[in-house]
């Protein structure tokens, strides 16, 4: 991804568009940018760029604006991070803006000195704020908090507008492999120069990160689908390291759009969830998802290494993740041959607190889809649902000595 990203939200940016493409309505946008001595509206007509819309400010007489934007949540990524903001402010007479970005220290936002910019009348023009290092989140305090604050001088009653508000981390270009390895081929006087510049500071190596940006992306991919060589490893404990694992090739780091490339190497598509015969989907959080997608492809069970009685086992427990007194599930299956002396006829039973859709002496039709995907080809699957299991003769599940647990 790129190095510097936006730090607001969508609405929070004034972005046109959600991340799927589909159009915010201006009816029911809660940007949460307040006015003082004024009123504000939001506007598609009168914009900068199309992908964004713009706040008309309508000031109550000819004194300053103040334009803010607070209660702004931080992440712990950005503890000890440079903050900076930008915008692109427009007005029909010429006037000023001094934009200040401050960080909540547990009961205030601290006076800060911001930037002045002198704009000229009848374009946008860009702004930028004072630059911050977030600290440690205040005691007492789950998070931090930023506030924008934009005070608008001189517009003269006139309407000013304000678009693409920019909340990003000021020295995020740095990050930028081709911006680093481009000092080592400069002089340095051009890194000295460069960082003597204002508003902003460092123009040249950032001019560097926009048009290398693709580049770098690229290149880290590259190197997050490679993985890591097993002789490059210091230790046997960094080879289960999550950092070392292909994002392509490693069913426990591959990358959510790569799932599906790398499920044909086990003759089936990925399977995202199932419904029970109400509609209701299983795997309802984002942990059991990606633990249900990392099964499929490390273990096949459904492709290539499906039909054998451990494929049904761990089938059948895919869906016996959740219990219905809350303790944690024991995931027992039991799994018979010849079921009522059928050949081609395979009963399952699971247990009825950990079988969500099913009662007591009723078939799961969780249970029945995960394991008709794992069964061997040809035979039919009953499904019952017991209070518990009990020792029963030539049952290769329930009928086994000297085990822990039957199931």
């Known amino acids: 991804m790129a190095t510097t990203v936006q730090l607001l939200s969508d609405l929070q940016s004034l972005s046109r568009y959600s991340s799927t493409g589909a159009e915010y309505s201006p009816n029911s946008y809660n940007h949460g940018w307040t006015v003082t001595n004024g009123n504000l509206e939001l506007t598609g007509s009168e914009v900068d760029v199309v992908s964004h819309y713009t706040l008309r400010i309508y000031p109550d007489d000819a004194t300053p604006v103040t334009v803010s934007l607070s209660s702004i949540v931080l992440q712990d990524s950005d503890i000890n991070r440079l903050l900076g903001f930008n915008a692109k402010l427009k007005c029909a007479t010429e006037f000023s803006a001094s934009v200040t970005l401050s960080i909540f220290d547990g009961s205030s936002y601290p006076a800060t000195t911001g930037i002045e910019t002198a704009i000229d009348s009848g374009t946008f023009s860009a702004v930028r704020s004072n630059v911050v290092t977030v600290g440690n989140i205040p005691a007492g305090e789950d998070y931090n908090q930023a506030r924008i604050s934009i005070v608008i001088s001189g517009h003269q009653g006139q309407n000013v507008h304000l678009t693409l508000p920019n909340l990003i981390h000021d020295f995020g270009f740095y990050s930028n492999d081709f911006v680093a ?66 994002t392509l090739t490693s069913p426990f780091g591959v990358r959510e759009e790569y799932s599906s490339w790398l499920s044909q190497f086990n003759g089936e598509k990925i399977y995202r969830n199932f419904q029970d015969e109400d509609g209701n989907l299983y795997f309802d959080n984002p942990s059991i998802q990606r633990d249900f997608l990392q099964w499929q492809l490390s273990t096949g069970h459904y492709g290539r290494s499906a039909g054998t009685r451990r494929a049904m086992i761990e089938a059948a427990q895919q869906v016996l993740v959740k219990t219905k007194d809350g303790e944690e599930s024991t995931r027992s299956v039991a ?23 099913a009662a007591v002496g009723q078939s799961s039709y969780l249970v029945e889809q995960s394991v008709a995907l794992a069964k061997p080809l040809g035979y039919s699957i009953v499904h019952s649902t017991e209070t518990e299991f009990f020792f029963t003769l030539d049952s290769p599940s329930l009928g086994v000595l000297d085990e822990l647990r039957w199931g």
């Open 181 to 246: 390895a481009s000092r080592q081929y400069l002089p340095d006087f051009y890194w000295e120069k460069d960082g003597d510049a204002e508003s902003p500071d460092y123009p040249f190596f950032r001019l560097i990160d926009i048009l290398t940006s693709a580049a770098s992306d690229v290149k880290r991919e590259s190197e997050r689908m490679y993985g890591v060589e097993t002789d490059e490893f210091l230790t046997n404990d960094e080879h289960t390291q999550f950092s070392s694992l292909s």
């Open 335 to 357: 799994i018979t041959p010849q079921y009522l002396g059928e050949p081609f006829t395979i009963l399952v039973q699971t247990l009825e607190n950990e079988t969500i859709d």
